[in-house]
């Protein structure tokens, strides 16, 4: 089955600076790579999401970049604050590949820290 | 929380006791999905369900299992709960017959003594 490793496990930055959050994916056929944000106490939240027909992806200051031929991913935080600390977590999605039935595969996530 | 409700939100048991869970949306989305979150393990699929009365296991389903009688219901049992099951316990669902997105509930917190 499909494995998805994350890194860092924790990242701690300075408001106003940017925050890049790397994961890795062993399957070639995944083909939908969303992230989530998790609140302390609350379920995960789709942030951004991104198909494995398109290079970049932007969201005002939330970008994620794709490369299919290294399986790596990432999310990329620019200008951060402090309502961006949470554990952010990354996935992976074969869609309906081998009876996959779009089940997801998450990274273990990673602890993000914006100092003010 | 993409109107999932989850319930209870909190809750302790003893060891041996059964425990169900319960996951409810109001949007009638086919798909439905049970998580388990624990330090160090990400998020692991326990069970999902493509329709009522029709579920299949994920990659830590042993010691659960599920039931679905109605669209908007999707209830997770423990049958007999360990210390090992102590967990939060997420329900997700995806809106679309083609399309990979899960949206989660607010999660139960479960601790077993």
């Known amino acids: 089955g499909e494995n998805v490793e994350q890194h860092p496990s924790t990242l701690s930055v300075q408001e106003g600076d940017s925050a890049v959050i790397k994961c890795t994916y062993s399957d070639s056929a995944s083909n939908y790579f969303p992230w989530y944000k998790q609140e302390l106490g609350k379920g995960p939240q789709l942030i951004i999401d991104i198909r494995s027909n398109v290079g970049e992806k932007k969201d005002q200051r939330i970008a994620v970049t794709l490369n299919k031929t290294a399986k790596h991913f990432s999310l990329h935080i620019t200008e951060t604050q402090p309502e961006d600390s949470a554990v952010y977590f990354c996935a992976a999605s074969m869609g309906n590949s081998g009876g996959s039935n779009y089940k997801l595969t998450f990274g273990k996530g990673t602890l993000l820290t914006v100092n003010p | 929380d993409a109107g999932i409700t989850q319930s209870p939100r909190h809750k302790v048991t003893e060891t041996g006791t059964p425990v169900t869970l319960r996951c409810h949306q109001t949007e009638n989305h086919r798909y439905m999905y049970w998580y388990r979150q624990d330090p160090g393990h990400g998020l692991r699929l326990i069970h999902y369900?493509?329709?009522?009365?029709?579920?299949d296991k994920g990659e830590v389903s042993d010691g659960y299992s599920v039931s679905r009688s109605k669209t908007e219901d999707f209830l997770l049992t423990l049958e007999s709960a360990t210390s090992s099951q102590t967990s939060v316990y997420f329900c997700?669902?995806?809106?679309?017959?083609?399309?990979?997105?899960?949206?989660f509930g607010p999660g139960t917190r479960l601790l077993v003594l």
């Open positions: 369900s493509y329709g009522v009365k029709d579920t």
């Open positions: 997700a669902i995806r809106p679309g017959l083609a399309a990979e997105t899960q949206y």
